[in-house]
């Protein structure tokens, strides 16, 4: 049997009684708009949204959300950007930030809409959302709340599941500083219920300097966000995640996934997604950077090939396999031999798991079609 089609089943088992109650199954992935957005991105793209596409076939109700973060500081600059323009902004939100071309919305929304081409070119079809629209609408209010009222709770699931020690005054937030806008930079000294108290520490990370000033402030309705593991635990809370995967570094014992899981058990008393976690993409054999961006991002890769062929890329290998892919080697040519055989295969009507990855390299509209 096909993986995505053993994990269906697996996904299958798992809700059975949410499937027959008629409630739809929520899926879930993201990507940080830091920069050009690498192609191996597109694998979690893909196993998300290969899942949504069989459980839809097998008339299983479902929404497979992907989330453009645009909330998280600049934290880097990417090497084909003019640093000296960018550098006074690092701290910022992102969404916050003006776009390089000086035409799409913001920064994020800049490097976001050429992804979301790529995505819907190779035929899946999320329902796309913003991260800071998710704060600013109030969505994380909630989930703000509990987390400021359980901070010595959340202290301890990090350190018995990752031995991370957090200061006895930790709180997990970070405010928007009102005097310099940025948002990587700002500790949260205290809550009183309504309002934190806050510092932009000229210090706190190494990549920019806070300016100094001391606020108090809402933490509600996008003043603040949460930390990233946090967050991850919030978002599975506030959007009644089912499904979601995760690249093997997020999936180690005692990884970021093991805590945000655990956040979401013992903080937010939700059950944790069903995870899928998967395997690099290589580049080269090289695992991929965001920031350096050389000649492999996602729309760099996509104007090679026919979606097919990307899709095959991408679907070909199990997801516990990494996926090693060389432009200038032999990667491309195997590609092509491998699709003429997934389709002579196919056209002689050999039942094989083959069989039915060629079905799902067309996207489902093209599917109807061969089939
Ligand atoms: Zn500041």
């Known amino acids: 049997m096909y993986w995505a089609d053993l994990l269906a089943e697996e996904i299958k088992e798992k809700y059975k009684a949410q499937i027959k109650a008629g409630k739809p199954l929520v899926i879930r992935d993201e990507k940080t708009a830091s920069g050009r957005v690498h192609v191996g991105s597109l694998r979690g793209v893909a ?8 459980l839809k076939e097998e008339g299983i109700n479902n929404k497979f959300l992907y989330e453009i973060n645009d909330f998280d500081p600049m934290d880097s600059i990417p090497v084909y950007l003019d640093r000296e323009k960018f550098l006074p902004h690092m701290g910022k939100p ?8 000086g035409k ?11 992804f979301i081409g790529v995505i819907n070119e190779i035929g899946f079809e ?8 998710l704060y600013k609408s ?27 020690i957090k200061p006895e005054d930790w709180l997990p937030l970070q405010v928007v500083c009102e005097n310099c806008g940025k948002i990587g930079t700002t500790k949260v000294v205290s809550f009183d219920g309504e309002k934190v108290e806050y510092i932009c520490e000229p210090e706190l990370v ?6 100094g000033h001391k606020g108090k402030i809402s933490p509600f309705n996008g003043n603040a966000k949460l930390p990233w593991k946090v967050e991850w635990a919030a978002k599975f809370f ?8 995760a690249g093997k570094d997020h999936s180690t014992k005692g990884g970021s996934r093991d805590i945000a899981d655990a956040i979401c058990r013992e903080i937010f008393k939700r059950e944790p997604p069903f995870n899928i976690p998967y395997e690099f993409f290589h580049v080269a054999g090289k695992k991929m950077s965001a920031s350096k961006g050389e000649g492999s991002s996602s729309r760099e890769i996509a104007d090679l090939f026919p979606p097919e062929i990307l899709r095959l890329l991408l679907l070909g290998k199990h997801y ?8 200038d080697g032999d990667t491309v040519p195997i590609l092509f031999d491998r699709f003429d055989e997934l389709a002579e295969n196919y056209f002689k009507n050999i039942q094989n798991g083959y069989k039915r990855l060629f079905e799902l390299i067309f996207s489902p509209e093209k599917r109807k079609k061969i089939k």
Do not use: M
Not at 94 to 101: E, R, V
Not at 104 to 114: G, P, T, V
């Open 47 to 54: 196993i998300h949204g290969i899942i949504s596409e069989i």
């Open 94 to 101: 992102l969404c916050n930030i003006f776009s390089p071309d």
């Open 104 to 114: 799409a919305k913001n920064y994020a929304e800049y490097f976001a809409e050429e």
């Open 126 to 133: 999320p329902e796309f959302y913003r991260n800071s629209e």
């Open 138 to 164: 109030g969505k994380y209010n909630e989930a703000i709340k509990i987390v400021l009222e359980n901070t010595g709770k959340i202290r301890e699931i990090y350190k018995t599941v990752s031995g991370s």
């Open 206 to 211: 190494e990549w920019t300097t806070g300016c």
């Open 238 to 245: 506030i959007l009644n995640v089912d499904i979601e995967g």
């Open 320 to 327: 516990k396999q990494v996926i090693d892919f060389v432009p």
